[in-house]
């Protein structure tokens, strides 16, 4: 075997080069994935275009943290996994053909999902979001924006037993939410016209649950006037540029519980993706619905682009090996 592999690094502003580096030797006590795909996450857009804190070249594989394959080798140190072993991995240098992950970071998969794309963090990310939001039968729940997340979290409030309320800019999100359980579909269009809407479909009281998952601060601005008093305004979207402001008399006015729904310890990931196990067996998390696009890892950049344009049909992309 070649002791070079093939990896992404991100050589400038939306510049993406593959080079041929050398492969990661595990320490005693990690273990290394041969991967065999990563998702593209929406997080990585940011970093792509260049802003002022982003360092450039990146390392090789940086920014993929949704990878899944077979373990190859392991340090002395390792008893519980074994070459040979399919696992989801929590690490950040997945755009490449090998990557090193420790075993609190990795996640054998099912017998189920042997043939089947698994990008594991994200399912972790969407099933912390969905346990801190604390969605009750018969609720009205918002879920402003609908991309993967959105889409995700539209479907598990619904099979949660929620009324749903989507509201996204495309018609194709707004035809997924349909098809994911949402109740009511809304254009992200005039803000007004939006709340009216979403006050007429509440006989006045508004949601006692929206998520927001869009990341900017419209969105943000609008899910704060969608929540109702008492209510639970969920933070998904990731708000990586910059600095917000928010409409604090209304949030204090209304009592909102403000839920920033992200998590950062690995355990909590690890869980997370364990809990998706049994949802995508039965069916109520569909991966291909949620999973549109494939590409190589020689078509990185196209995927950042397809993320950063949302051409029609488009939800979440992953890029294989």
Known sequence: MSDL????????????????????MPGPSEIRVRLEGCGVCASNLGPWSGPEWMKFPTAPGALGHEGWGVVDCVGEAVQDYHPGDRVAALSNKSYAEYDIVTPEGAIPLPETLSDRIFPGEAFGCVMNIFRRSRILPGQTVAVVGIGFLGAALTRLAAAAGAKVIAISRRPYALAVAREMGAVEVVPLADHGTIVDTVRGLTDGAFCPVVIEAVGKQWPLDLAGELTSEGGRLVIAGYHQDGLRTVDLSLWNWRGLDIVNAHER??????????RAFGLVQRGVLDLDALFTHRIGLDGLATAFAWIRDRPDGFLKAVVTM
């Open 265 to 274: 310890e690995a355990s909590r990931y690890v869980t997370g993706m364990r």
């Open 5 to 24: 592999m093939r990896a992404a690094v991100i050589a400038g502003p939306g510049a993406v080069c593959i080079e041929e580096v050398p492969i990661p």
